[in-house]
């Protein structure tokens, strides 16, 4: 569940690393807010589990790992829009992989500490979904791998 607020030490924006410029109290709240009841109504079961409960997805079973049309990756909860085809590519993770965010903004970052590891979450900057992990493994100009849950996310085609 999201309700908890984040602590200072658990939320850094998207792209920056100096911890002097963490977001501040307001700019962690985010704009969609509902009740937990309230995305069960609007969302399946798979995508509430993964976007609301920080679940996951099997690899190389997700509807967008293989996918290969132009357009645009939006969150699956609140339509935001987040990702590029143009930056996806074939990572081998199983997932779909992008190698940036459509516009840093749209993608938050969070400390993830579950499972015995140390990674980072990303979440829709819009609405707090859970959408998978960023790593530094990823291709050039970046470095950066967004694995993304396929759950999280819808397509609009160009």
């Given at each position: 569940m999201r309700t908890e607020a984040l602590s200072e030490e658990s939320w850094i924006p998207h792209g920056i690393i100096d911890r002097e410029?963490?977001?501040?109290?307001?700019?962690?709240?985010?704009e969609v807010q509902l009740s937990e009841e309230e995305w069960r109504e609007?969302?399946?079961?798979?995508?509430y589990r993964i976007t609301r409960q920080c679940g996951t997805e099997p690899p190389f079973s997700g509807k967008?790992?293989?996918?290969?049309?132009?357009?645009?990756?939006?969150?699956?909860?609140?339509?935001?829009?987040?990702?590029?085809s143009q930056t996806k590519y074939e990572?081998?993770?199983?997932?779909?992989s992008f190698y940036d965010a459509l516009e840093a903004e749209r993608v938050a970052t969070k400390i993830d500490r579950s499972a015995g590891?140390?990674?980072?979450?990303?979440?829709?900057?819009r609405c707090g979904a859970h959408l998978g992990h960023v790593f530094t493994d990823g291709p050039r100009?970046?470095?950066?791998?967004?694995?993304?849950?396929s759950a999280a996310l819808n397509f609009k085609a160009r």
């Open positions: 410029k963490r977001m501040s109290e307001k700019e962690r709240e985010f609007r969302l399946d079961e798979e995508t967008y790992y293989d996918h290969k049309e132009d357009g645009i990756y939006t969150c699956a909860a609140c339509g935001a829009e987040l990702f590029d990572s081998g993770s199983g997932w779909p590891m140390v990674r980072t979450e990303i979440l829709c900057a100009p970046t470095g950066k791998r967004y694995c993304v849950n």
